[in-house]
């Protein structure tokens, strides 16, 4: 059995349905994010493992322990929260000792602790400090270091990047990571921030609408999409509607041209399915009349910094973008012209015709 | 000088002559005790009555019973409401501004119906019982008082999140409300205790209709036999009043963190 498994968990508020059948298993010292747009019910699923909220059905096993009607404050967790939710009446140190001092433990082994955790967070000398007299940064280390102080067997941290700056962020962003990896401790982390959850996690549960659409490591929930939300949530992509030529040797046609997935398609001739494909795959003019080449329109070109990125109009009027980047971004064509687009076979991505609860089957 | 400038100076000047000027007709008219001369005799026969001693005294420990039974029940409630229910916030504020609304002579007349020597519980028939049942009619006065101050102050922090943050440190309600929301809300637990201790000092129906030795009906007896001590009675109950408004100030401003 995982060290974390949640089972079937499902919620409803009245008649809202704000989590449907969400299962996860996790492992020690595995970092999970929960990603999605706001009201998919990831924070939801984070406050049912934290026991703020009550499951509607299903259940929450931490370490074999059966959690799923028990209190918050024995079921030893640490939790961070967005806003921050330091005590403003006790100093940096009586936050991170107030878990320890609840617990029982002796004033000489709480201060030894408390010198660790701030030395952990990089804080050894605000320790008298109030949460008033620190920056937005500062307090959310002092968070994390009070929720890992009590040695918690699983951190819950709700989004707390989000209410930092863009700097502040990443760099908090690697230094909880690099905590969390020295630590061991298993986290789940909730954000609708695709940037973090690619880059802090060994797995991403994607979600929309209370259901999960997909759950993988961060390079299959780019790569390999399951469903139309994740191939546009996660990242940008071209969804093309395209016609089953011959399932078995993965062709398909799209406005008259013949497209090549290089894997069979699941699906019949002539039945039409999605198709995802990165705006980063698609090359412009490499070879006149391949497969796997469409003819397109350009609509505008935008100069990103180190991407220049293309909006196109395909065949059907389907709208398209392209980012172009080294020596592809020096020759642009210009708004107006037709140009031709090329990818290879293995980025053209079948994409789940069901799309919610894809990740059920 | 600026227009702008001249007419908020009078307006300043009208606000301070309304307040001012009826206190300075009061402390005139309580100097002028000794014929043809100005003096203190007035305070000085005030402080010098045991009466004032006695009644003054009994009425700062009503004060104090009804702040602390007060907060001990109110607290927890309002704590509770705005954790648990706080769809039922509008409902409980309007029962506690009943008091507001409903006469203290109605409610007097209601304890002394249902506690007099012919009830179930007759507590006008002892002296405790009596004093008990006061603390407990000062608490209905106070309840708009001390519960808006302390849902104030519950609002001014964001107490579901803070309690969820101690609750997942292993903390239980109890170490919650005392560690983390009583220190969070101390500004405004003062100001409705001293808000609360105003008004029971110069309460008089309550403490009148249960025939209690408090501050109240002392300044009433006063006002009613003699000429010049209740001028200067009421502006020594007047100077307590700011008294207390300064030490909410002196308390409030204290804390650090918050």
């Known amino acids: ?361 | 000088m600026k227009p702008a400038r001249i007419a908020r100076a009078v307006v300043i000047a009208m606000g301070a002559s309304y307040l001012l000027l009826p206190l300075l007709g009061v402390l005139e008219f309580a100097l002028r005790m000794r014929r043809g001369a100005y003096s203190f005799d007035a305070f000085a026969a005030i402080f010098e009555d045991h009466r004032f001693q006695d009644t003054f005294l009994y009425s700062t420990v009503m004060a104090l019973v009804t702040v602390v039974l007060g907060m001990l029940i109110i607290v927890p409630a309002a704590y509770a409401v705005r954790l648990h229910a706080p769809r039922l916030r509008a409902a409980v504020e309007f029962v506690t501004l009943l008091p507001l609304v409903v006469p203290a002579i109605v409610i007097v007349f209601g304890y002394v119906r249902l506690y007099g020597s012919d009830s179930f519980l007759p507590l006008t028939d002892s002296d405790f019982g009596a004093d008990a049942l006061l603390a407990f009619g000062y608490i209905t006065l106070a309840l708009p008082y001390i519960y808006r101050s302390v849902d104030a102050g519950l609002g001014a922090m964001d107490v579901r999140t803070l309690s969820e943050a101690a609750e997942s440190l292993g903390a239980r309600p109890h170490t919650i409300l005392l560690r983390i929301v009583l220190p969070n809300i101390r500004t405004a637990i003062l100001s409705g205790a001293f808000l609360t201790s105003a008004i029971v000092l110069g309460e008089f129906t309550f403490a009148s209709l249960l025939d209690r030795p408090a501050f109240g009906p002392f300044m009433q007896l006063l006002g009613a036999s003699r000429a010049y001590e209740p001028a200067a009675l009421s502006l020594v109950a007047f100077a307590l009043t700011w008294g207390l408004m300064v030490l909410i100030g002196a308390f409030g401003g204290r804390r650090r963190g918050t």
């Not at chain 1, 994010?33 to 049912?48: D, E, H, I, Q």
């Not at chain 1, 929720?147 to 690697?174: G, H, M, T």
């Not at chain 1, 012209?337 to 076979?345: D, G, H």
């Open chain 1, 1 to 361: 059995m995982s060290f974390l498994t949640v089972r079937g968990l499902r919620k409803a508020f009245g008649t809202t349905i704000a989590v449907q059948d969400f299962s996860l298993e996790a492992e020690r010292g595995e970092f999970v994010s929960l990603l999605g747009p706001s009201g998919c019910g990831k924070t939801t699923v984070l406050r049912m493992i934290a026991g703020f909220e009550t499951p509607s059905a299903g259940s929450v096993t931490i370490d074999g322990e059966d959690v799923t009607h028990l209190p918050t404050r024995t079921r030893r967790i640490g939790m961070v929260f967005q806003s921050y939710a330091l005590f403003p009446n006790l100093t940096v140190e009586g936050n991170i000792a107030f878990g320890l001092k609840v617990a029982g433990m002796k004033r000489e082994e709480i201060a030894v602790r408390v010198k660790e955790m701030l030395s952990l967070i990089g804080l050894p000398q605000l320790g008298g400090r109030y949460p008033v007299e620190l920056s937005g940064g500062q307090q959310q280390r002092v968070a994390l270091a009070r929720a890992i102080a009590i040695r918690p067997r699983i951190l819950l941290l709700d989004e707390p990047l989000s209410a930092l700056d863009a700097k502040i962020r990443v760099s908090l962003r690697e230094e909880l990571r690099a905590i969390q990896r020295e630590l061991g401790i298993t986290a789940i982390f909730v954000t609708h921030d695709q940037e973090e959850a690619l880059a802090l996690s060994h797995r991403v549960v994607v979600m929309s609408e209370g259901w999960v659409e997909q759950i993988g490591t961060p390079a299959d929930v780019y790569r390999t999409p399951r469903t139309p939300f994740v191939a546009t949530f996660v990242g940008t992509a071209n969804v093309l509607p395209c016609r089953i030529e011959d399932a078995a040797a993965g062709v398909l046609s799209f406005g008259g041209a013949r497209l090549e997935a290089g894997h069979p398609v699941s699906g019949g001739a002539g039945e039409t399915v999605q198709m995802a494909l990165r705006p980063e795959a698609i090359a412009i003019n490499p070879f006149e009349g391949a497969s796997n080449s469409l003819a397109a329109t350009v609509r505008d070109v935008t100069f990103l910094g180190p991407v220049v990125r293309l909006r196109l109009m395909l065949a059907g009027d389907v709208a398209a973008v392209v980012d172009l980047h080294g020596e592809g971004a020096r020759d642009l064509p210009e708004a107006g012209s037709a140009v031709m687009l090329w990818f290879r076979p293995e980025t053209l991505q079948l994409l789940d015709r069901h799309g919610h609860g894809a990740a059920r089957a």
